[in-house]
T-cell receptor, first 115, second 118 residues
Framework: DQQVKQNSPSLSVQEGRISILNCDYTNSMFDYFLWYKKYPAEGPTFLISISSIKDKNEDGRFTVFLNKSAKHLSLHIVPSQPGDSAVYFCAARPLEETSYDKVIFGPGTSLSVIP | GAGVSQSPSNKVTEKGKDVELRCDPISGHTALYWYRQSLGQGLEFLIYFQGNSAPDKSGLPSDRFSAERTGGSVSTLTIQRTQQEDSAVYLC????????????????FGPGTRLTVL
């Protein structure tokens, strides 16, 4: 059973508009959440993270929102650029795994930003 | 470059053969992780190394899979008697020694090895 879910396999957005990528999780004991971005033929790269004690973290055009009661987080990209076209993975760290940063990844959402 | 490197980038093998995949982590990174990504799937955790020891091997799918790390650096993932379901992209990541608590050390990923078992 997937503990981290990304129910939208793909998303298309017009350049300049907002991209919203969603992620749901089932384990209430996750304490850290991350987003990784992956281009074809490359490894994932870390994008942004949020601790469970916060509900928002912003870094430039990227903002992650966490709703613990709903077990939901989202990544907002504003404004979207063609270079943002990639697969975005949501990931979460179980509280009991803080000793070594083990994370569980979702299946990913492929974002296409149309010029 | 100072990033994580993996070799080979592509490997095509016949069912039943053994394969070895190599990962060179970032210098100074004590933590090393192996993942695999099957077609249409997310990243599946395989094994974690801290230094040369592997405190978590829980993700290895069968006893045909093994991994070792030497000198606290290079790691090799070995798959014996490969099966078609082993076809996937195998990704390695490294990070600084985990600090625990309310902090997280970013994992840096290599480009992966695409394994195709015919």
């Amino acid at each position: 059973d997937q503990q981290v879910k990304q129910n939208s396999p793909s998303l298309s957005v017009q350049e300049g508009r907002i991209s919203i990528l969603n992620c749901d999780y089932t384990n209430s004991m996750f304490d850290y959440f991350l987003w990784y971005k992956k281009y074809p033929a490359e490894g994932p790269t870390f994008l942004i993270s949020i601790s469970s004690i916060k509900d928002k973290n912003e870094d430039g055009r990227f903002t992650v929102f966490l709703n613990k009661s709903a077990k939901h987080l989202s990544l907002h990209i504003v404004p979207s650029q063609p270079g943002d076209s990639a697969v975005y993975f949501c990931a979460a760290r179980p509280l009991e795994e803080t000793s070594y940063d083990k994370v569980i990844f979702g299946p990913g959402t492929s974002l296409s930003v149309i010029p | 470059g100072a990033g994580v490197s993996q070799s080979p980038s592509n490997k095509v093998t016949e069912k039943g053969k053994d394969v070895e995949l190599r990962c060179d982590p970032i210098s100074g990174h004590t933590a090393l992780y192996w993942y695999r990504q099957s077609l249409g799937q997310g990243l599946e955790f395989l094994i974690y190394f801290q230094g040369n020891s592997a405190p978590d091997k829980s993700g290895l799918p069968s006893d045909r899979f093994s991994a070792e790390r030497t000198g606290g650096s290079v790691s090799t993932l070995t798959i014996q008697r490969t099966q078609q379901e082993d076809s996937a992209v195998y990704l390695c990541a490294s990070s600084l020694e985990p600090r625990g608590g309310n902090s997280y050390n970013e994992q840096f990923f290599g480009p992966g090895t695409r394994l195709t078992v015919l």
